[in-house]
């Protein structure tokens, strides 16, 4: 995959725009230490604490309804083959004041309790703690290697070290023989991932089950080896306490952890997780799903895109899409080699040209789109809005893209291109899915487009011409980012 | 997930007469809480033990280790300190924990191997101890001579050798939980909150080893969960100091 270092200013832009407060997930997203979330059979699924979870038709509108025997804490789950392989601890994490703990696994071969496939395996015990060593087996990980397709499982918490354990990926059980490997202290909630030749071990610190008050915040070291040593940025081996920043309390939600990695391939990844509490929801846990960045070869958090007006930018040539309208020259300002003026002369602030200026001169009907020059102009200012009440996608609302102070809308045409049509009907062509790729720039893709079957995206086909077309991860054609108008 | 928040069981042992007893085997104590399936307990095969996490300090000094951690203390066992959860641990809590009187002299002695101490009527010993690791396992000490773990404040000493007056040396110090640290009677270091331990996590402004000794003195408070911590002295570069030497007085008075 194609890797590339986007300049921080881009986030931080983003974040500027962002309004204060973005949310996490729709519906009844409640859940503490969820595993990571899965897809089975066109539905989404997490499990948690106690038992149970919750499903979700489209990534965004979540309920409970997850089915999960066995109890405990901090259950994970990955689908291996065609079949889902659970690990939950059948402890608490010194639930009573013990740290005697079980790791189990089972299988199912489907997660939606309403098929007549549901059934659980019985459950195997794949790790544990005595509760006087170093280690106390709760909060269980899968992870399967892809370079040799080895199945691995992290386990612990901050009483003594976070283990990890090979298992065989048919059976689900320990490989005969292996024993257990010290991979960090200091923290819980563990989970591997691997890109470009480095494992990754991320892992809740700070303080749980404390709502408002938690300090909760997932780190992250790295190795070349599956069973480490895992250093920080700093060097500092999670041995000793180390792990970079992946995320923290943000907006009106604090405390995240349990990570849990979503690769959807064309440089789009998420990882799902759950905060300690949501502000806006009484201070109750809730499940989030955030866009994963790479920045110079460690993971952090993407921005929970929520909307605003901003300048859709090209990645191909820098261009701003904007309406196919007459240019609308600004008045004031010098001009020619005199622009400097001379010293001593006013300066007079110059407005902003304004919308009323000029959109009195344009089409009543649909307008063609282009990429020009950025000018700060109204025909080139858009309006990022979430929809509400229309469901979404992985971890985001479907989006509406309209020239700012208008209903001049970006639509997707029978013909695969694009235009702006003159009002909003919320029609699936007008519904916009805008995921952040893993190096911070933005993929924007229509709901559907009419009369074709095709995931397209917006395209800068040429340099100064969008269209729709199929995501080319390896090239900028198809890369935006959203800037401060 | 662990619920910091749980109760706190506060365990009265035996303190063992001998402390060579203390390392006879493999540490084995239950936190607290009833059996589980797979648990383990004490048993004569499994004594309580400060091994392997801990062997007696020698007469002999010792550097510290390449990474310039300190492993040679005097550790006081734990006075009783009780609290359910870390998140009490503000800056004003354990200024108020730490500066309160729990034995004479306090904030200048330096005690041999085997001082007695009383607080709250509890006679409390001083063992001058290495420990085998970077970090000193605080509640491996604890359990190792049958005290107890959770809800308590541990105080530490060390003697610190300089060849040569050192300027511009920080303290480096990470603790489970909260702490405070002094230098030569000087507060060095205060990590405050429901802290992990991590290293270099909190450093004191630059000091000034004197030729000859220096006193390092910690106070570490703990509610549920682990307990330890990590000391080092770096240089202007962060890069550890490690041309010093420890040395404690093993012999009781």
């Known amino acids: 995959m194609k890797m590339r270092i986007l300049a921080t200013v881009v986030p931080v832009t983003l974040l500027l725009c962002l309004p204060p407060s973005a949310r996490a997930l729709e519906g009844e997203p409640f859940i503490h230490d969820p595993s990571t979330v899965v897809e089975c059979e066109g539905k989404y699924y997490t499990f948690g604490t106690g038992g149970g979870g919750l499903i979700s038709e489209d990534g965004w509108t979540w309920r409970g309804g997850a089915v999960r025997p066995g109890g405990g804490a901090a259950p994970d789950v990955m689908k291996i083959g065609d079949r889902y392989l659970v690990a939950y601890g059948a402890t608490g994490g010194g639930l009573g004041g013990g740290h005697a703990g079980r790791i189990l696994t089972m299988w199912n071969k489907t997660l939606n309790p309403e098929s007549p496939d549901f059934k659980y395996s019985e459950p195997v015990v794949v790790a544990s703690s005595d509760g006087v060593e170093d280690c106390d087996a709760i909060d269980p990980s899968l992870f399967l290697d892809p370079n040799d397709g080895r199945l691995w499982l992290t386990y612990g918490t901050y009483f003594g070290f976070i283990r990890i354990v090979e298992l065989d990926p048919k059976t689900g059980a320990r490989v005969p023989g292996n024993e257990p490997v010290n991979i960090a202290i200091d923290c819980e909630a563990t989970a591997l991932i691997y890109r470009d030749g480095w494992y990754y071990l991320l892992g809740t610190h700070g303080t749980c089950c404390d709502g408002v008050n938690s300090t909760y915040n997932i780190r992250v070291g790295r190795s070349d080896k599956v069973t480490g040593p895992f250093v920080d940025n700093m060097g500092i081996d999670m041995l000793r306490g180390g792990g970079k920043l992946v995320v923290a309390a943000n907006g009106r939600l604090i405390g995240p952890g349990h990570f849990g990695l979503i690769d959807l391939g064309d440089g789009v990844q998420k990882f799902s997780c759950h905060y300690e509490a949501d502000l806006d929801r009484g201070g109750r846990s809730v499940l989030d799903i955030r866009a994963l960045l790479w920045k110079d070869g460690w993971p952090v958090a993407g921005e929970q895109f929520m909307g605003a007006v901003f300048q859709i930018h090209s990645e191909r040539k820098g261009y701003a899409l904007e309406l196919a309208v007459d240019f609308v020259r600004m008045a004031g300002g010098r001009r020619g080699g005199r622009g400097a003026g001379r010293s001593g002369e006013p300066l007079t602030p110059i407005p902003l040209q304004t919308l009323a200026e000029v959109s009195t001169n344009w089409p009543d009907g649909n307008i063609g789109l282009r990429l020009g020059d950025y000018m700060l102009r109204p025909h080139q200012k858009w309006a990022v809005t979430p929809v509400t009440n229309a469901g979404g996608y992985l971890g985001s609302p479907w989006f509406k893209i309209t020239i700012a102070g208008t209903d001049r809308t970006l639509t997707a045409t029978a013909d695969r291109e694009v235009v702006a049509a003159p009002a909003f009907t919320g029609a699936p062509e007008q519904l916009w899915r805008i995921d952040q790729l893993v190096d911070g720039t933005f993929r924007i893709m229509p709901k559907a487009v009419p009369g074709c079957d095709e995931p397209l995206a917006l395209t800068a086909i040429g340099a100064s011409t969008p269209t729709l077309a199929k995501f080319d991860p390896e090239s900028d054609k198809a890369r935006w980012t959203f800037r401060a108008p | ?253």
């Open chain 2, 1 to 253: 997930m662990k619920m910091h928040g749980k109760i706190v069981i506060l365990s009265i042992g035996v303190l063992s007469a001998c402390s060579t007893a203390l390392f006879s085997a493999d540490s084995a104590a239950p936190p607290g809480g009833g059996p589980r399936p797979g648990a383990r307990d004490y048993t004569p095969e499994h004594p309580r033990s400060l091994a392997p996490y801990f062997v007696p300090a020698t007469s002999t000094p010792r550097a510290p280790d390449k990474d310039g951690f300190l492993q040679r203390w005097l550790l006081l066992e734990p006075i009783r300190k009780p609290n359910r959860s870390n998140i009490v641990f503000t800056d004003s809590y354990i200024r108020d924990a730490f500066y309160t009187e729990y034995f004479p002299n306090q904030f200048t002695v330096v005690p041999r191997h085997g001082d007695k101490v009383t607080v709250a009527g509890e006679e409390l010993a001083w063992h001058a101890l290495d420990t085998t690791n970077f970090n000193v396992k605080l509640f491996r000490f604890a359990d190792g001579v049958n005290k107890p773990t959770y809800g308590v404040i541990f105080w530490a000493v060390t003697v610190v050798h300089c060849p040569r007056e050192m300027r511009d040396v920080r303290l480096a110090v990470g603790s489970n939980s909260a702490s405070m640290w002094w230098v030569n009677g000087e507060e060095a270091v205060v990590l405050s909150g429901d802290r992990r331990m991590v290293m270099d996590d909190g450093v004191s402004r630059r000091l000034t080893l004197k030729e000859g000794r220096n006193i390092v003195r910690g106070a570490v408070i703990n509610g549920p969960g682990m307990s330890d911590f990590c000391v080092r002295f770096i240089d202007e570069n962060g890069d550890p100091i490690t041309d010093l030497t420890l040395n404690v007085e093993t012999v009781a008075n």
